[in-house]
């Protein structure tokens, strides 16, 4: 299976899912529809166990959010009483009956670091940021983080990393937890491989019986995620992210160039808004 955005292949039960979405690697409407179309294919294959997914730009696992994308959303008439349908994508795949694994040898913020941590694994490679620079913009991670990272980092790491919006280098998301695995990037692909391929060695229905369980345990998440898309739609429409989206554009935010390196110039612009 195959398109622009998004390659699948799949071997040994395993589906290797490659984003590939050039030029500036967002996560937007075409991504999403891609990932869902997809993933419906994958859960209706008898032979596929795990999904794993990659990316094919040297740089970015994902960049972030559509920040054009966003600016150009309505504002909301009604109380939101479900998740967002991003939201809502990412928790489909969460609670999946496949195995989801991130192979991650590139930078990921904002809604990419939110697509990590709805996957079940997290492996990376030495070279790996992430961030949630969304607080400095005039909203917060609207699919998803801001429900779940504190379910992986605990309440107050949480609040620390997205409220501070600062990178997170690859051995420091390892020691939150936000990362599972670290290795050198030559050691990456094999290490996932052998995993992934372990695990799509078992039954089916055992890997999503265990998903289901430890799920369950862990109960509590729909309310949190209803709450979140609220909070993402009353942000919308407060209008208080313009003027720092639009600094975040200005400064060169969503291009190449500007977030190839450190997010703090980025972070400085739109906190500027406060002056």
């Known amino acids: 299976m195959a398109n622009e955005v998004l390659r699948v292949e799949i071997a040994r039960g395993v589906a290797w899912a490659t984003i590939d979405h050039p030029p500036d690697h967002v996560v937007d409407g075409a991504l999403l529809g891609a990932v869902a179309s997809h993933f419906d294919a994958l859960e ?13 730009d040297p740089d970015f696992f994902l960049m972030h959010g559509d920040v054009r994308g966003i600016l150009r959303m309505p504002a909301p008439t009604i109380p939101v009483t479900v998740p967002n349908p991003a939201t809502a994508l990412l928790q489909r795949i969460h609670t999946s009956p496949l195995l989801t694994i991130a192979m991650v040898d590139g930078i990921a913020r904002g809604g990419g670091a939110e697509l990590l941590v709805a996957l079940d694994l997290r492996y990376s490679s030495t070279r790996t940021v992430l961030g949630q620079p969304e607080v400095a913009m005039g909203i917060l991670p609207g699919a998803g983080g801001t429900a779940r990272l504190p379910r992986l980092l605990g309440r107050a790491r949480a609040l620390e990393v997205i409220l501070t919006g600062r990178d997170v280098d690859a051995a420091e998301a390892r020691d939150l ?33 265990v998903k289901r369980v ?43 160039a500007a977030e190839r390196g450190s997010i703090e110039p980025l972070l400085d612009a739109m906190n500027a808004a406060m002056g």
């Open 214 to 256: 430890v799920e369950a345990s862990l109960a509590g998440l729909d309310a949190a995620l209803v709450t979140e898309s609220d909070a993402f739609a009353r942000l919308v429409a407060g209008g208080g992210h313009r003027e720092r989206m639009e600094r975040f554009l200005a400064a060169g935010g969503q291009t190449r």
């Open 44 to 56: 209706a294959d008898p032979d596929v166990r795990v999904a794993v997914f990659r990316s094919a």
């Open 177 to 209: 937890g936000w990362l599972d695995v670290v290795v050198e990037p030559d050691a990456l692909e094999p290490t996932v491989t052998r995993v992934a391929e372990r695990i799509a060695s078992m039954p089916a229905e055992s890997i999503a019986a």
